[in-house]
């Protein structure tokens, strides 16, 4: 009798009971065979190792099946975050790294975990540093390819005129420096999964051949004719807006909706702020491990200060901070042991009462050095203003003009409570007003 409805995997198509007959072929060979030649061994372990991925299958997509079934009841909206991640380790989906209870998170791991076990095409957005690597290999490890190979491609980093070559491959003389025959990434990950990173980079030509592959599931090498029959699972990802780039004609719009079949969105680290403690004592205990020392201390004000910083790159930049720190301090970290371009420009603790008042002192200074300080806090605050107001708001420009680099920049216009979009307002109003 079969689980359900039998489920493709390559060519054929996979049950219990067909299995089951597998595995009796396979036991009386063994039985009945008084001596076995090399390659009858070799063969009865490739029979044995079909099996056993037809198993895992199946395993895969008995477990989807079972966490279909048992959607709860209540609204998500009333189920904690704390239960919601319960309820995933319960169903033994792996999701080693990406840790935390933040709903957005918990969301894009509930979204990955019914996506896993299809062959259907997944796209995952997010800013720069959120983890969609991560995510990609969540997707991979959760379904039935994760023994099969997982190949990462950067697409932004493969020159246009390398890029048909690198995802396809080549025949030997097909160009100049072409010595031998050489597999493509699509190739490679016959049977397992690519992802294609920074898929917003691919050139319309690049994006034009990977829509004819994803439609027909053949590539070509380059300098020959033969088509290759490939069984690969795509997962994308980009920090763009897909949509937009279509609808200006810099991203095919077809192969944008091939490609989000399944769309996984990641939060930025300002949106899981509340875990930034846990993801200090994460990679503090990481980074100790590599550089085999002591998990590293913080002071307090340089904790605060990374409490509220605004993380541009992400998670990411928040790892690197804490391998910096791990390396370069002693027992404990400071403020001066951050990298100069984000390194606040007063050496006073940056507390929360502080931020929320936008630096300024709540009361007058009580010494010489409080007093140069509150005069050097009010002339940077001018200096910020002034310039935004000349550049109409643009902190891009502002950063330019002034050499500095734009995620220090930002920092200090959050320090001092100036938004950029009140200059690009006033700038507009004055434009209205002259006209």
């Not at 989000?260 to 930034?276: A, F, G, M, W, Y």
């Not at 004000?301 to 002693?330: K, V």
């Not at 403020?335 to 984000?342: A, R, S």
């Not at 002192?361 to 107001?389: C, H, M, Q, V």
């Amino acid at each position: 009798m079969k689980l359900f409805s039998p489920v493709k995997h390559a060519s054929s198509a996979i049950s219990y009971a067909g299995l089951l007959e597998k595995i009796e072929i396979l036991r009386s060979t063994l039985r009945w065979a008084s001596k076995l030649e090399r390659a009858e061994i070799e063969k009865l372990l490739r029979q044995a190792t079909t099996l056993r991925d037809e198993v895992m299958q199946l395993s895969h997509k008995e477990r989807f099946v079972e966490a279909a079934a048992v959607e709860p009841v209540r609204s998500v909206a009333r189920t904690s975050a704390a239960q919601r991640r319960q309820a995933l380790l319960d169903r033994s989906f792996v999701f080693e790294g990406a840790f935390g209870d933040n709903p957005k998170l918990l969301e894009s791991l509930e979204i990955a975990e019914k996506a896993a076990p299809t062959d259907l095409p997944v796209l995952i957005t997010g800013e720069s540093g959120t983890g969609k690597e991560l995510m990609a290999k969540v997707v991979h490890a959760n379904g039935s390819r994760s023994e099969k190979p997982f190949i990462s491609v950067n697409c932004g980093a493969i020159p246009d005129n390398l890029l048909e070559s690198e995802l396809f491959g080549h025949r030997k003389g097909a160009f100049t420096g072409a010595d031998s025959d050489r597999k493509g990434k699509f190739e490679s990950a016959h049977r397992g999964t690519i992802f294609l990173d920074e898929i917003g980079e691919l050139p319309l030509s690049g994006q034009v051949k990977l829509l004819r592959v994803l439609e027909s599931h053949e590539i070509q090498r380059v300098g020959s004719d033969q088509p290759i029959a490939v069984d690969t699972r795509v997962v994308a990802a980009t920090n763009r807006d897909l949509r937009k780039l279509s609808e200006q004609g810099r991203f095919r719009e077809d192969l944008f909706y091939r490609l989000s079949v399944i769309h996984v969105t990641l939060p930025s680290l300002r949106e899981r702020s509340d875990e930034i403690p846990l993801l200090f004592s994460y990679f503090g205990d990481e980074a100790a491990e590599m550089l085999k020392r002591r998990p590293i201390k913080m002071t307090p004000r340089l904790r605060d200060f990374l409490l509220h910083y605004a993380y541009p790159g992400n998670i990411r930049e928040l790892r690197n901070i804490i391998y910096r720190l791990s390396c370069l301090a002693g027992d404990t970290a400071d403020v001066e042991h951050l990298p100069d371009d984000i390194r606040p420009a007063s050496s006073a603790p940056v507390t929360r009462e502080a931020a929320s008042t936008n630096g300024a002192a709540t009361s007058g200074p009580i010494s010489l050095s409080d007093a140069k300080r509150a005069a050097s806090d009010e002339a940077e605050k001018l200096f910020l203003e002034r310039g935004l107001k000349e550049v109409g708001g643009t902190v891009a420009e502002l950063a330019r003009r002034c050499d500095m680099n734009r995620s220090h920049l930002q920092m200090l216009l959050k320090k001092h409570g100036i938004r950029s979009k009140d200059f690009r307002k006033q700038n507009a109003s004055e434009s209205d007003k002259s006209a």
